[in-house]
């Protein structure tokens, strides 16, 4: 006998946002703060956190959206977050 889900009684099936589809709204807002040409020209100036990657010419821009591409889904969050922090601070 397969497994099945049970939702919760009273609240519509139409009404749960998936799983899957908040993932996807917090990377849209990730790409969209790096999007910004304000904060990216702000992180295209200050090196990557890794010497190794800094040394070859990359950057914090390069550092935050190789994460947001390449993390799990939490770890997106965590930096969708700091990407809201370093949008809301005033640009040097």
Known sequence: MPFVRHRQEGTPA??????ADLAA???REGRDILARPEIRASLSTQPHSNSYFAAKGKTMADYYEFLLHNSPRGSVANLV?????IAT????
Do not use: D, S, V, Y
């Open 14 to 19: 139409h009404e749960e946002p998936a799983e």
């Open 81 to 85: 977050g700091k990407l809201r922090e």
């Open 25 to 27: 709204a917090t990377f």
């Open 89 to 92: 601070e005033p640009m040097q």
